[in-house]
């Protein structure tokens, strides 16, 4: 079965420091991972996504991960992070039959420090 | 890319009624996707609903608890049924459009008092 692993459900950083969100998946076949953030009383939002291609994924608003099959990571850095990062960040692996099903992570809550 | 449009956007309910949260998106998808995300927890998939078809439910979740309507290929519905205090979350639907990466409505925030 497909399952994802949050390692860290609360991260503090300072503005200006990097930023890491870590994450381990589970699965039988080769995965599609995602990254989504959900801001403060908004939507959820695509960070990146991993499909099998390169294994450093670059997303939006600075934010890249790696793919790394041997340690079955799939982490989410930023070299320096920014106020307005501040949110809920998950770790998605897509349900390998491919109907769209998605599998979140627990999930875990970004703080900015002035 | 899929637009969807959720509403209501929240509510307050009373216990042992039932509401009804709708989903729009603005192409022709085959499935649609229903989420809970209870306060402070991820997302779990409630159920996934073809058009022309009985909706599938996850473990845990059944029929007669969260009926599912999907009349066409662009709308869904969602009831939560007898409601109490522990069914009070976010309510998400989503769309995954053909060859590219899932797409979530703004969320429905239910209270039940």
């Known amino acids: 079965a497909q399952s994802v692993t949050q390692l860290d459900s609360h991260v503090s950083v300072s503005e200006g420091t990097p930023v890491l969100l870590r994450c381990n998946y589970s699965s039988s076949y080769s995965p599609s991972l995602f990254w989504y953030v959900q801001h403060p009383n908004k939507g959820l939002q695509l960070l990146l996504k991993?499909?099998?291609?390169?294994?450093l994924v670059k997303g939006i608003n600075g934010f890249e991960a790696e793919f790394k099959k041997s340690e079955t990571s799939f982490h989410l850095t930023k070299p320096s992070a920014h106020m307005s990062d501040a949110a809920e960040y998950f770790c998605v692996v897509s349900d390998p039959s491919n109907t769209g099903k998605l599998i979140f992570g627990q999930g875990t809550t970004l703080q900015v420090k002035p | 890319s899929a637009v969807i449009s959720q509403k209501p956007s929240r509510d307050i309910c009373q216990r042992g009624t039932s509401l009804t949260i709708q989903c729009q998106v603005d192409?022709?998808?085959?499935?649609m996707f229903w989420y809970r995300q209870q306060p402070g927890q991820s997302l779990t998939l409630i159920a996934t609903a073809n058009q022309g078809s009985e909706a599938t439910y996850e473990s845990g979740f059944v029929i007669d608890k969260f009926p599912i309507s999907r009349p066409n290929l662009t709308f869904s519905t969602l009831t939560v049924s007898n409601m109490s205090p522990e069914d009070s979350s976010i309510y998400l639907c989503?769309?995954?459009?053909?060859?590219?990466?899932?797409?979530f409505g703004q969320g429905t925030r239910l209270t039940v008092v």
């Open positions: 989503s769309v995954v459009p053909p060859n590219t990466e899932a797409f």
């Open positions: 991993y499909t099998s291609a390169a294994t």
């Open positions: 192409s022709q998808v085959t499935m």
